[in-house]
């Protein structure tokens, strides 16, 4: 483990706009709370339970993330604009492993 306090992550929001953020890696946040922290529009509805798609991206970079729980899949099953890179952004915790991630806010639905 490195002495490290944050990581950089590269967020696409919807008008196509790159925004390199840093991610605190001693808070235990998800990547949706440093979103909102930055005021990016992500909703959040549900609070981070995996209960609803509006924190939904698409994963651009190549990193390993980790395995996809039921909840965030069956919740997937039900989002609109689902590709093979979604995942819910609540569900990923902020790892130094994570360092240059990119990832595109999907459509909002509706």
Do not use: W
């Not at 651009?60 to 995942?87: C, G, I, W, Y």
């Amino acid at each position: 483990m490195s002495d490290k306090d944050a990581i950089q992550i590269t967020i696409i929001d919807r008008e196509d706009q790159a925004h390199a953020i840093e991610a605190p890696l001693d808070m235990n946040m998800n990547l949706m709370e440093v979103c909102k922290a930055y005021e990016l529009p992500v909703e959040g509805t549900c609070g981070g339970m995996a209960l609803c798609a509006s924190c939904h991206v698409y994963v651009q970079s190549k990193h390993e993330l980790p395995t996809m729980q039921d909840e965030e899949e069956d919740m997937l099953d039900q989002a609109f604009f689902v590709e093979d890179n979604s995942r819910l952004c609540c569900q990923l915790y902020i790892k130094e492993e994570m360092e240059g991630l990119v990832v595109k806010l999907a459509p909002e639905a509706g």
